[in-house]
């Protein structure tokens, strides 16, 4: 709570940063951002994607951070094209709806993240959303960095920012954007962990409180499936961060490993969150059930006590309205209040009895 107060000031006190400049790049709309960076620091002029790559080949020094969202595959081929990224790569970035995953194609790194963001609600039914997830593709060269991301959260427009006011971090390449990035999303992961952890613990209140209702087991399973949905995007993630943290790969170097280490732990933590909140829930659900069917069986105990003691006069006025002509107490003066005093009585001991046992 108090990590997500901090986010919260520091977005507020930062200026806001204008994520929509359709005329600095041909590719229209698409375009978030096209930043040149020589040793750290942002060039003041903003230029197209093609003569800021020549500016840094022509120096040898820097490198362009091109940011995309959600672009078309027209879009993206002038793109793939001046940067020559490799066309399976392109693809997944395109299509997007990716698993989490880093590859290698030549000299570029292909990365896919998952990024997560709790949707906030007033009180958890059966319907709510509580994980909303979207999509970051990173590719990283030696001198760009290409970001495309899907869904509607997840700005890098912080992030940018962040990097920009440590110049001296921002200098070491493409590779810190790529591990900015990372700890950015996995930092978010534990914000949404912990923001799921309230409705986990609001659900497990209300199961086991007197005003428990049979209700229940829908939040519950809408509950896990938006836990899984949330573990399909932080599982998979697991094994790409442990590659970077312990083999280096190009463009990410070895003094880099580090640094991935970290996120991969952080990632690992997530991971074990999760997995404790799917063996709660399951405990909860259980728990849920076995209430549910204590509760029918007391109903069923209930409609068992009373059928007893209806079973009584029943039986007496079944036996007693018998159309023989030689019964018992059929013309005695005293015969009616001695069967209603009779049944009455029989009732009274059969109910007192019921309640003595706690059946009714």
Known sequence: MVRRLRHVVRRTRRPGVDLSHPARSPLGSAVVNCVLYEDGVRHPVACPADKALRQVRRGGRGFVWLGLHEPSAEEFAWVAELFGLHPLAVEDAVTAHQRPKVERYEETLFAVFKTCGYVEHERLTATSEVVDTGEIMIFTGAD???????????????????????PEQLAKGPA???HAIADHVVDN?????????????AVETAVFSEEAGRGDAGRIYQLKRELMEFKRAVAPLNRPLQNL???PMKPVGPEFQPYFRDVAEHLARTADQIASFDALLDSVLQAHLAQVTVAQNEDMRKITAWAAVIAVPTMVCGVYGMNFAYMPELRWTYGYPFVVGLMATACFVIHRGFRRNGWL
């Open 189 to 201: 992961y534990l914000l949404v962990a912990d923001a799921v952890q309230h409705d986990i613990d």
């Open 144 to 166: 760009f960095v290409i970001t495309v991301r899907h869904g509607s959260h997840g700005s890098l427009g912080p992030l940018r920012e962040a990097l920009e006011a440590d």
């Open 245 to 247: 943290a312990d083999r």
């Open 176 to 178: 810190a954007v790529l």
